[in-house]
Nanobody, 123 residues
Framework: QVRLVESGGGLVQAGGSLRLSCATSGRTFNGYAMGWSRQAPGKEREFVAAITWSGDTTYYADSVKGRFTISRDNAKNAVYLQMNSLKSEATAVYYC????????????????WGQGTQVTVSS
């Protein structure tokens, strides 16, 4: 079955760092772009970052540019999100996403989603 499982969330102080991981099922997502979105309490889901299958192109929301870095390891069927200089507004449930094209992830219409991992930034 198609599945994406996020991990690495937790509680971190403002200014700190956290690294999220997304494990995928076997070779299901070969050739797929992948990324991350997040949803804060009472707010709509928003795009965070995306990366093409080859890793040659990345996309970031303006709010996280320069602080977050997305990467992937296709040999491990995994995607990562390194989050540095975290701010309180980063508190949200972070979801791993996969789609045939990165634009779908950027627009929030990814074909596949994980269950999410909670990130809480204290101030």
């Amino acid at each position: 079955q198609v599945r994406l499982v996020e991990s690495g969330g937790g509680l971190v102080q403002a200014g700190g760092s956290l690294r999220l991981s997304c494990a995928t099922s076997g070779r299901t997502f070969n050739g797929y772009a992948m990324g991350w979105s997040r949803q804060a309490p009472g707010k709509e889901r928003e795009f965070v970052a995306a990366i093409t299958w080859s890793g040659d192109t990345t996309y970031y929301a303006d709010s996280v540019k320069g602080r977050f870095t997305i990467s992937r390891d296709n040999a491990k069927n995994a995607v990562y999100l390194q989050m540095n200089s975290l701010k309180s507004e980063a508190t949200a449930v972070y979801y791993c996403a996969a789609d045939g094209v990165p634009s779908a992830i950027v627009r929030g219409y990814s074909g596949y989603w994980g269950q999410g991992t909670q990130v809480t930034v204290s101030s």
